[in-house]
T-cell receptor
Framework: GNSVTQMEGPVTLSEEAFLTINCTYT??????LFWYVQYPGEGLQLLLKATKADDKGSNKGFEATYRKETTSFHLEKGSVQVSDSAVYFC?????????????FGGGTRLMVKP | DSGVTQTPKHLITATGQRVTLRCSPRSGDLSVYWYQQSLDQGLQFLIQ???????AKGNILERFSAQQFPDLHSELNLSSLELGDSALYFC?????????????FGQGTRLTVV
């Protein structure tokens, strides 16, 4: 079945540092890939997505490239801010036993210090 | 604000009891999805409804059930509650029958079973 593996946190960075959160996936077919973010006390919000190989999703300074050859979708940001502190979830949408919905990774907590 | 409304925000109840969680999807969205978020199992898909009918089923216990009403709001019923059912329950909605484009999440209902 489909699965997503992302690096465990927490990841603690100083403001303006470079961020990478690794995500790899296992899926049949050609899934769409997503990064969702969860701020404290809130639901998940879509951060960015990519629907086919070599696509780059980007939003709010975050980027991720769909790499089919390495089955990866790593999240990057060049300069993090304190306001980026949140939990980040990598996810894929593809046909699985339960139909076409999101399969999530375990989440990575990011803490950015001033 | 995602446009998805979940009530109540917090719920504390005793083992063996039954509770109902409610979700109102975004205006125009036909699909509703329920997810359970727990510390040990992460985000697990429970069930999906599309335009009033069950579309897909994930890791939902037999003690749990859901339905979607003609006005498209959905309810998740949890019965014979156990301590291990304590979790954050999210509802999400999307326009179509899949999460391949974007799904919008509510803020969740935090259930504590004591």
């Amino acid at each position: 079945g489909n699965s997503v593996t992302q690096m465990e946190g927490p990841v603690t960075l100083s403001e303006e540092a470079f961020l990478t959160i690794n995500c790899t996936y296992t899926a049949t077919g050609y899934p769409s890939l997503f990064w969702y973010v969860q701020y404290p006390g809130e639901g998940l919000q879509l951060l960015l997505k990519a629907t086919k190989a070599d696509d780059k999703g980007s939003n709010k300074g975050f980027e991720a490239t769909y790499r089919k050859e390495t089955t990866s979708f790593h999240l990057e940001k060049g300069s993090v801010q304190v306001s980026d502190s949140a939990v980040y979830f990598c996810a894929l949408s593809g046909i699985n036993n339960a139909g076409n919905m999101l399969t999530f990774g375990g989440g990575t907590r990011l803490m950015v210090k001033p | 604000d995602s446009g998805v409304t979940q009530t109540p925000k917090h719920l504390i109840t005793a083992t063996g009891q039954r509770v109902t969680l409610r979700c109102s999807p975004r205006s125009g969205d036909l699909s509703v999805y329920w997810y359970q978020q727990s510390l040990d199992q992460g985000l697990q898909f429970l069930i999906q409804y599309y335009n009033g009918e069950e579309r897909a089923k994930g890791n939902i216990l037999e003690r749990f059930s859901a339905q979607q009403f003609p006005d498209l709001h959905s309810e998740l019923n949890l019965s014979s509650l156990e301590l291990g059912d304590s979790a954050l329950y999210f509802c999400a909605s999307s326009v179509k029958g899949s999460m391949n484009t974007e799904a919008f999440f509510g803020q969740g209902t935090r259930l504590t079973v004591v």
